[in-house]
């Protein structure tokens, strides 16, 4: 039986702000040689840690856009039988957009065309490879470590401390079914402990902002 095909990709953090600073792309198999999701393309400016991960971003609205792709019968003259899908993303005009399966690297890659000249490659990864651990961040910020950042006083890590805190916690409010199980493993304490501490934090930088 055949199952339909989905792809769920991002990008890291990208210095072209004229694709944009992050993408996330959503297809699912809508017909043979077809797909047929959503792509957001985040205008977000953002800090970066030694790890390349965002810290504190700037709070652009980033919308999703409906995307289609259809497979293309274009030949690869590099031999690697790299597969073209092209990308009609709503909206969108002033560029050619290709989305690029490469079976043998498990790669996928974007090309972008402006009309202007010149244009982009961005690198795509699996989604779940780069999603948040929500319990683990939670885990490891009670007790005197979300503190210590408050104490050190340097805004940009106070920042994005605050920040990756605020997204887990909101992932653990929002878990649902069988993930709450995972959830529940989290000592009650130490959640309350960590929003205290957030809330310090939070407290310290508007203070900042005054």
């Not at 957009?97 to 000249?117: D, F, H, S």
Request: glycine share 8%; aromatic share 6%.
């Amino acid at each position: 039986m055949h199952k339909p095909r989905k792809l769920d990709l991002v990008s890291m953090y990208l210095s072209q702000p004229a694709v944009s600073h992050g993408i996330t792309l959503h297809l699912a198999e809508s017909g043979p040689g077809h797909m047929k999701g959503t792509i957001r393309r985040d205008p977000n400016t953002c800090t970066l840690d030694l790890w390349g991960d965002r810290g504190a971003c700037t709070k652009m609205g980033a919308l999703p856009q409906d995307v289609t792709a259809t497979m293309m019968r274009t030949y690869d003259p590099h031999g690697h039988k790299r597969i073209h899908w092209r990308l009609e993303i709503e909206g969108v005009s002033d560029a050619k957009w290709n989305l690029i399966e490469y079976p043998r690297a498990n790669l996928w890659y974007l090309t972008v065309q402006p009309e202007t000249g010149g244009g982009a490659v961005v690198p795509l990864f699996d989604a779940a490879l780069f999603a948040t651990d929500a319990v683990g961040t939670v885990q490891t910020r009670y007790g005197v470590a979300l503190r210590d950042v408050l104490h050190r006083g340097e805004v940009e890590e106070m920042r994005a401390e605050a920040e990756l805190v605020r997204r887990a916690l909101a992932e653990l409010d929002a878990k649902p079914g069988p993930e709450a199980r995972h959830v529940s493993s989290i000592d009650p304490a130490h959640v309350a402990e960590v929003r205290a501490a957030l809330a310090e934090l939070e407290a310290a930088l508007a203070r900042v902002k005054d």
